[in-house]
């Protein structure tokens, strides 16, 4: 993928970059439900009471969405949709695209998490590292047509926030890409591993009709390690397809919110930086949908919008024994 070979060159490039506590008072009772031993009924109650209108609320709003869809899709496809005079196809048609144009509209924020704390926990050699990171890298890159593309990515507070639109009008095709890096130097020699919960926001959809498997909207978030050793960059990089949707004869979307962790490894030397980076790459193709509907004419629009924050990243460091003769 071209997208992820630019992502790779970023990490590249950047190498060589030089609640409130509450006091808990200590009971048997208390001691008892922190080492595991059965939730009260009581709690568990409130739990779900809590959560069930936050859940209720996200799924009667996306299947009322998807019971409209069905129904535009069914007039859409009625048996005369191909009479351009048949009002019902038609309007059925117009009615996917109005849907559609609701879809792109749709805000999608960077995410808000709570930012780690940097420092040294005792016990292990852990460093908890937090914005502000050390750099980013972003671009665009349109590969056909006019399609709307953005792409930022902000050190200062580890967010990042890329989306793709295709045109309307016309066939398009479009990538964005954004990265942000950290600087480390091992205070020694041994094994890193790196792990992070990346907070993510995200709006996708495909709106095809009598378009056969070339509208598309894809995400990936690549979490890796980097450093140059005997003047030859080592790294381990990890890839996370979030969704890649290829349809045909369909409208196919979701949005919402999830939390993703990501973790990378590497055995690192003392002698130079090492860089941890979080990088995403959003991808949309389509036909475009221009007005009115033309009967018979192969029509789809795609999206593709995604915002991370990165809250902190966790870098522990075991050290690797020298045995000498």
């Known amino acids: 993928m071209g997208g992820h070979r630019n992502l790779l060159k970023s990490l590249l490039e950047v190498k060589d970059m030089n609640r409130r506590g509450m006091k808990v008072k200590s009971s ?29 609320q996200q799924f009667r709003e996306k299947s009322a969405l998807r019971r409209n869809v069905a129904a535009y899709l069914g ?40 930012l780690g704390r940097s420092g040294v926990l005792a016990g292990h050699y852990v460093v908890s590292v937090a914005p502000p990171y050390d750099a980013t890298a972003q671009g665009t890159s349109i590969v056909s047509g006019s399609p709307a593309a953005s792409a930022s990515a902000d050190a200062g507070n580890g967010q990042i926030s890329v989306g793709v639109v295709s045109n309307y009008q016309n066939p398009s095709e479009a990538w964005a890409e954004a990265s942000i890096f950290a600087n480390f ?23 095809a009709i009598q378009d056969l498997n070339r509208a598309l909207s894809e995400a990936v978030v690549v979490f890796g390690v980097l450093q140059e050793q005997n003047s030859l960059p080592v790294s381990d990089f990890n890839r996370f397809e979030l969704w890649r949707d290829l349809e045909s004869n369909q409208l196919d979307f979701d949005f919402g919110s999830q939390t993703l962790a990501v973790s990378a490894q590497l055995d690192v030397e003392s002698s130079s930086v090492v860089v941890v980076g979080v990088s995403c790459a959003v991808h949309a193709k389509a036909l475009g949908w221009p007005l009115p ?6 029509r789809s629009l795609a999206g593709s919008n995604l915002g991370i924050t990165w809250p902190s990243v966790t870098l522990e460091l075991l050290w690797r024994p020298v045995i000498s003769a």
Do not use: C, Y
Request: net charge positive; no cysteine; charged share 20%.
């Open 28 to 56: 048997r009772a208390g001691s008892q439900l922190i080492r595991g031993n059965k939730v009260p009924a009581t709690l568990l109650r409130q739990w779900r009471a809590a959560m069930q209108p936050i859940f209720d």
């Open 75 to 114: 007039s859409a496809s009625s048996p005369g949709n191909a009479t351009v005079g048949n009002e019902e196809a038609a309007g059925g048609l117009v009615a996917l695209r109005q849907f559609t144009e609701k879809l792109a509209k749709r805000r999608v924020d960077k995410p808000t998490a709570s």
């Open 185 to 207: 130097m091992p205070p020694f020699g041994g094994t890193l591993r790196a792990s992070a919960n990346l907070s993510l926001l995200f709006s996708r959809w495909v709106n």
């Open 293 to 298: 509907p033309s009967s018979g004419t192969p």
